[in-house]
């Protein structure tokens, strides 16, 4: 089971008080952009075995939305960040590589 912190309340629970919201970073596209592009922000994603960047609400206490870093395969969380940030921090990307040598983020 995923243990998760929110980074807004300092709460840390199991993954059942919080609920996932899909992948993280996302170009969102809106009117005047083309339809292969609206096509892709709505049904192209991401479904990788290793490290994912993903949105996530806590449901169950303040339930603002933030982001974590894990992976799919051990569910290992890396760190979990403010929604509103554009890219993961920097140190959030160092414990990934910590813990993962070669690894390279690509956005």
Not at 25 to 51: I, T
């Amino acid at each position: 089971m995923l243990q998760l912190t929110c980074p807004y309340c300092g709460v840390t629970g199991e993954e059942t008080e919080f609920m996932p919201g899909g992948e993280a970073h996302l170009k969102r596209f809106g009117p005047g952009s083309s339809d292969e592009e609206f096509e892709a922000y709505l049904f192209l994603r991401k479904n990788p075995k290793g490290v994912h960047f993903e949105r996530w609400r806590h449901a169950f206490g303040c339930g603002k939305w933030f982001h974590a870093a894990r992976c799919t395969a051990t569910l290992e969380v890396f760190g979990t960040y403010p929604a509103q940030t554009e890219a993961p921090p920097e140190e959030i990307l160092q414990a990934i590589r910590d813990r993962r040598p070669g690894w390279r983020y690509a956005p």
